[in-house]
């Protein structure tokens, strides 16, 4: 099944503690992206990449980082965790420019 | 500076109403444009999209969206919504990269 995964789906942490989102796509796509969802504020882009070792800021780029290795792979790094990147993360990928993403299920992290 | 706008925050509609969700989009040049929905809980999923052609495009689920390219505007239209229908509908316009507004919740009442 063509599918975005993200991993964990529900993550508790604490201020400070460096953690890791996966994301994998297993089709083939060029394009990935990590969005950020708050209410009233809909999706903002945080990093995208148009292809391996192929990275560029989004719109609230400030306290992440990504790496894109392989294709299939799009880590989204929190080195020093803040309480202000509680959110929902998206992240999606799509075959070329033009195309629409395709959304993994969501990671919902909560900093305390 | 680039945005996508959509007007409606919340709507509520008895079931059997028409639908029209407003978005309008400020960038230039050649875009494409989408509608995505996410239901309660889950992640977003395609509606419908608009590359170039015909500016009404249908999607899924009995939607359609209008493209007016003199207006910057690509509403989202169904003639008669269901319960089902409840969720949180979002505009996305794709330039360099892909933009998102901010949502407009959708609650149809039975």
């Known amino acids: 099944e063509a599918q975005v995964t993200q991993n964990p789906r529900y993550l508790i942490t604490v201020t400070g503690k460096k953690l890791t989102v996966t994301c994998s796509q297993n089709?083939?796509?060029?394009?990935m992206s990590w969005y950020r969802q708050d209410p009233g504020l809909g999706l903002r882009q945080i990093y995208y990449s148009m292809n391996v070792e192929v990275t560029d800021k989004g719109d609230v780029p400030e306290g992440y980082k990504v790496s894109r290795k392989e294709k299939r792979n799009f880590p989204l790094i929190l080195e020093s965790p803040s309480p202000n990147q509680t959110s929902l993360y998206f992240c999606?990928?799509?075959?070329?420019?033009?195309?629409?993403?395709?959304f993994g299920s969501g990671t919902r992290l909560t900093v305390v | 500076a680039q945005s996508v706008s959509q007007h409606n925050h919340h709507v509520i509609l008895s079931e059997a109403a028409s639908l029209e969700l407003g978005c309008n989009y400020s960038y230039g040049g050649t875009v494409n444009l989408f509608w995505y929905v996410q239901y309660p809980g889950q992640h977003l999923q395609l509606l419908l999209k608009y590359f170039s052609g015909d500016p009404l495009v249908k999607g899924i689920k009995g939607f359609e969206a209008e493209f007016i390219k003199s207006k910057f505007s690509f509403n989202l239209r169904k003639p008669s919504v269901q319960w089902s229908d409840t969720a949180e509908y979002f505009c996305?316009?794709?330039?360099?990269?892909?933009?998102f507004g901010a949502g407009t919740r959708l609650t149809v009442k039975p």
């Open positions: 999606a990928s799509r075959e070329r420019r033009g195309n629409g993403y395709t």
């Open positions: 996305a316009v794709n330039n360099n990269d892909m933009r």
């Open positions: 089709m083939n796509h060029e394009y």
